[in-house]
């Protein structure tokens, strides 16, 4: 079963930042935070992922509570192409383990 | 530099088939993972290649093999196909981070 939960749908105007939650209360101290999205009928794109610091890149940044047990991704200025189905997920980065993917966040992002 | 590339991108079977997909990694990557995805869910990981051994296994039955050649190109074998094995299959490279290919999505008639 997945270890994260996500609000199912989000809707969000063009231009306006997107904040998306996960909650990972049972996270463990040597598991990452990572967050994928997948656009309709594609492979899920890599978006970002962290440990305990917040993050940033050129798609999003990554907001790690002190306590890890919860995050935030937060799109600036989310475009219509940024609507997607968002999966927050936590994994072992030290070596190579299997995502588990509960079923993420809808997000709508509207002109 | 090439992403994770899959083939064939569509394919219908009968019930009871075979069917064989395939799966390049990106460039560098040595592990292949593959995951199932049906309709209106998140994938779910079928299996882990590595150093051409299955790594890691979820829970899928033993109709669901594959293979690792020496170049880290993989195969995901499905024997007797339900009807229920119709779904988007997903093949992923990277030991750390992983990146998905475009998927295959099968239709089992």
């Known amino acids: 079963d997945a270890k994260t939960t996500q609000p199912p749908s989000m809707d969000c105007a063009e231009g306006r930042a997107a904040n998306l939650p996960c909650n990972h209360s049972?996270?463990?101290?040597?598991?990452?935070v990572y967050w994928y999205r997948q656009i309709h009928s594609q492979g899920p794109q890599y978006i970002i992922h962290?440990?305990?610091n917040n993050e940033t890149n050129e798609m999003a940044s990554l907001i790690i509570t002190e306590d890890r047990k919860s995050s935030t991704l937060i799109l600036p200025h989310a475009t219509l192409r940024d609507t997607a189905v968002y999966y927050c997920?936590?994994?072992?980065?030290?070596?190579?383990?299997?995502?588990?993917f509960g079923t993420g966040t809808r997000l709508q992002v509207f002109p | 530099d090439a992403g994770v590339t899959q083939s064939p991108t569509h394919l219908i079977k009968t019930r009871g088939q075979q069917v064989t997909l395939r799966c390049s990694p990106k460039?560098?990557?040595?592990?292949v993972s593959w995951y199932q995805q049906a309709l209106g869910q998140g994938p779910q990981f079928i299996f882990q290649?590595?150093?051409?051994?299955?790594?890691q296994r979820g829970n899928f039955p033993d109709r669901f093999s594959g293979h690792q050649f020496p170049n880290y190109s993989s195969e995901l074998n499905v024997n007797a196909l339900l009807l229920g094995d119709s779904a988007l299959y997903l093949c992923?490279?990277?030991?750390?981070?992983?990146?998905f290919g475009p998927g295959t999505r099968l239709l089992v008639l």
């Open positions: 997920i936590v994994s072992y980065s030290y070596n190579t383990d299997k995502l588990i």
């Open positions: 290649y590595y150093e051409e051994e299955e790594r």
């Open positions: 049972t996270i463990s101290g040597n598991e990452y």
């Open positions: 992923a490279s990277g030991r750390r981070t992983q990146y």
């Open positions: 962290g440990l305990k």
């Open positions: 460039s560098g990557h040595d592990t």
